[in-house]
T-cell receptor, first 114, second 113 residues
């Protein structure tokens, strides 16, 4: 959906550098997520946030940090990038309802750490 | 915690044949099961979903079935077409209105013309 955007779309960086990936959405959803995708491993949750003051670790949060600057913006940082963080990163959004868990993905950021 | 296993990892069919992808989940309290399709270089997009109070759901050539007793669900694609070639992911909700999904490992479907 064009309603979820990510910048940059591609990034090459060196080991030890700090980088930030940004996500913005115009869907009005309160929930936002960061995933990484690796071949054969599917999509794994790094961090998620249900509102600006509610940020939670996912299953693979080590080496990452996040910031929810506003309801519509959720950034992922790699404080000191390492080669095994080379992956495809997706931001996703979702709406809080009683039974709705559907998530909508951004276009992804392809990151290469040399 | 919740775990989702997806099989097969790759699937090749002839155009017009049917394709079936299967997933099993570990937490019987999961109640929402979406399927996503990811075309090459694109984002995952929701194609169909099913909730635990329903056994089957269809949308044109795709259908999903759920067996709660066995804790497995399947995606069925009939009359496959080359544009169905993609990676397909199943997912299961983590119980407790957590807003979280756990994804399977993905199936690469190739439809040969």
């Amino acid at each position: 959906d064009a309603d979820v955007t990510q910048t940059p779309r591609n990034r090459i960086t060196k080991t030890g550098k700090r980088i930030m990936l940004e996500c913005s959405q115009t869907k009005g959803h309160d929930r936002m997520y960061w995933y990484r995708q690796d071949p054969g491993l599917g999509l794994r949750l790094i961090y998620y946030s249900f509102d600006v003051k509610d940020i939670n670790k996912g299953e693979i949060s080590d080496g990452y940090s996040v910031s929810r600057q506003a309801q519509a913006k959720f950034s992922l940082s790699l404080e000191s990038a390492i080669p095994n963080q080379t992956a495809l990163y997706f931001c996703a959004t979702g709406r809080r309802t009683v039974s709705q868990e559907t998530q909508y993905f951004g276009p992804g950021t392809r990151l290469l750490v040399l | 915690g919740e775990n989702v296993e997806q099989h097969p990892s790759t699937l090749s069919v002839q155009e017009g044949d049917s394709a079936v992808i299967k997933c099993t989940y570990s937490d019987s309290a999961s109640n929402y099961f979406p399927w996503y399709k990811q075309e090459l270089g694109k984002r995952p997009q929701l194609i169909i979903d099913i909730r635990s109070n329903v056994g089957e759901k269809k949308d044109q050539r795709i259908a999903v079935t759920l067996n709660k007793t066995a804790k497995h669900f399947s995606l069925h694609i009939t009359e496959t077409q080359p544009e169905d070639s993609a990676v397909y992911f199943c997912a299961a909700s983590i119980p407790g209105n957590t807003g979280k999904l756990i994804f399977g490992q993905g199936t690469t479907l190739q439809v040969k013309p």
